[in-house]
């Protein structure tokens, strides 16, 4: 008798945070929270545990109150496994993540293993910012869902806005040395030799991941190329850097980027006296002139010292909330069969998709530039006085980019 009621009173911790799981639905946010990464995932951080009060002011899904767990991968894809195997011990049925393709390529390959392997304890995998193009193509995976536009999406929109723009004769490619960056620099080639072949590419360079400190070695052969323009996929530190040094240079050329707005890239434009030199490809822009993104934006800024980076976590998280209304459930299984070829009013206006075929979500996208604002531009970036403006917009449709993907279903 005594043996049984010991091993029933250990039982109770472990049956408490069951019940618990039950009452939540708890999402793993797996990002860098400490290294060279830390400073853009503690924004995801931040933005996706403001969303998860949106929804709970709300009623939460099903009725049920959302969580975020925070989990610091440190941009590595083995500590990444570590941290879904333990999220996953935890109760959590769904994980996100972003930063870093390598990353999001080993989470999608374990959270697809581990399914076959568990049947009935499902998890779905939501990338909201990971865009190597293989993600959805070569490598897909039921059990992954990607909110964010894939990097030959976006290259295809920043290669035609260069198409219409006869200044631009001479281009630098800098990108960082991972996946990620080798899509960047490899169609940036591509597309630009068939829209505008006259274009001279006078420099093309890969670098080292959230590892360098000093990039004048690197502006200083921007400079020497003669150079009326560079294409960066740089993200986190390896934008802001690259921006100081090269206003420290001197260095005066336009800069076509994925990533000009994450933290401390706006400040390094504007230390550059790059006004409006410096275009950024993206799914949302501050200064729209949309309502309901304007009144998000000031909510998030009067609580957060930053501005939504991410207007892709807004869509997923809020298209997480439409799937479990519509399966009348919270379980993972469910959930994906509804996202799949949902449409869905996305965050800054229009209509966006969940393509079934891939996974892959289309939505209008903007090409913005950062400089000088006018009277109808509320919004700055990071106190500069300077504020995104729209100049050019692309329609859901018109962004859609054929997959390679044949997917195993379950």
Request: glycine share 8%; net charge neutral; hydrophobic share 40%.
């Amino acid at each position: 008798m005594r043996k049984t009621m010991i091993t029933a009173l250990l039982a109770l911790p472990l049956m408490g945070a069951t019940a618990l799981a039950q009452e939540t639905v708890k999402i793993g946010y797996i990002d860098p929270l400490s290294g060279g990464g830390a400073s853009v995932g503690e924004v995801g951080l931040k933005t996706f545990q403001f969303l998860a009060d949106e929804l709970n002011a709300k009623g939460g899904i099903l009725g049920k109150k959302v969580e975020i767990v925070p989990l610091d991968n440190k941009t590595n894809p083995q500590e990444s496994l570590v941290q879904a195997q333990k999220a996953i011990d935890a109760g959590v049925r769904y994980i996100t993540q972003g930063n870093g393709s390598a990353v999001a390529a080993a989470l999608s390959d374990f959270v697809t293993k581990y399914n076959e392997r568990n049947p009935g304890k499902e998890v779905l995998y939501f990338n909201y910012a990971a865009v190597d193009p293989v993600l959805t193509n070569d490598k897909c995976s039921y059990w992954h869902f990607r909110w964010d536009a894939n990097s030959d999406i976006k290259m295809e929109a920043l290669t035609s806005y260069i198409k219409e723009t006869p200044a631009v004769k001479k281009i630098y490619l800098i990108n960082q040395d991972y996946s990620f960056g080798e899509s960047v620099r490899t169609q940036a080639k591509v597309m630009l030799s068939k829209k505008r072949p006259d274009i001279q590419i006078v420099g093309d360079e890969l670098h080292p991941l959230l590892k360098i400190t000093d990039f004048a070695p690197y502006v200083a052969k921007i400079k020497a190329s003669g150079a009326d323009s560079v294409i960066t996929g740089n993200w986190g530190q390896d934008f802001a850097l690259l921006l100081k040094a090269a206003a420290d240079a001197g260095l005066k050329v336009n800069w076509f980027t994925y990533y000009a707005g994450g933290t401390g890239g706006p400040t390094a434009v504007k230390q550059a006296g790059l006004n409006h030199q410096v275009f950024q490809i993206s799914e949302g822009v501050p200064n729209l002139d949309y309502a309901p993104a304007n009144a998000f934006e000031k909510a998030l800024r009067a609580k957060y010292d930053f501005s939504l980076f991410y207007p892709r976590a807004v869509n997923e998280m809020r298209m997480l909330a439409a799937a479990a209304e519509k399966a009348k459930s919270i379980d993972p299984v469910k959930v994906a069969a509804a996202l799949e070829g949902m449409e869905f009013d996305v965050y800054d206006g229009g209509k966006g998709f969940m393509r079934k075929d891939d996974h892959q979500f289309f939505q209008p996208m903007y090409i913005s530039s950062l400089g000088e604002r006018s009277d109808k531009e509320p919004f700055d970036e990071e106190k500069t006085g300077w504020g995104w403006k729209l100049v050019a917009k692309l329609d859901a449709n018109n962004t859609v980019l054929p997959t390679t993907c044949k997917m195993d279903r379950p």
